[in-house]
């Protein structure tokens, strides 16, 4: 049974930065695509940054630049350095599995990022 638990929200001034961690049990971790998606109060849930197997990382064009999405396949670890946040980045981040047949399979339970002065 796969299990995923994000780690490392927070309240943090507009300009500021956080790491969001997302540890994953199970096994066969290093095959999959991992990524983070948010869901900001009273919208959609968006896909923000996704990585590969082969450590090829795509990001919405909302936080290109800013945003950096890693993986430790030996920690099954999948990490989202957020630098410069602005108070649109507000919600709560998820991180999910991506099936190999595609569709977001596993998610984790979320973890509150606010952005606010």
């Known amino acids: 049974q796969v299990q995923l638990v994000e780690s490392g929200g927070g309240l943090v001034q507009p300009g500021g930065s956080l790491r969001l961690s997302c540890a994953a049990s199970g096994s066969g971790f290093g095959i999959y695509s991992m990524g983070w998606h948010r869901q900001a109060p009273g919208k959609q849930r968006e896909l923000v940054a996704r990585?590969?197997?082969?450590?090829?990382?795509n990001y919405a064009d909302s936080v290109k630049g800013r945003f950096t999405i890693s993986r430790d396949n030996a920690k099954n670890t999948v990490y989202l350095q957020m630098n410069s946040l602005k108070p649109e980045d507000t919600g709560v981040y998820y991180c999910?599995?991506?099936?190999?047949?595609?569709?977001?399979?596993?998610w984790g339970q979320g973890t509150q990022v606010t952005v606010s002065s």
């Open positions: 990585i590969s197997s082969g450590d090829i990382a």
């Open positions: 999910a599995r991506l099936r190999l047949a595609g569709g977001w399979d596993h």
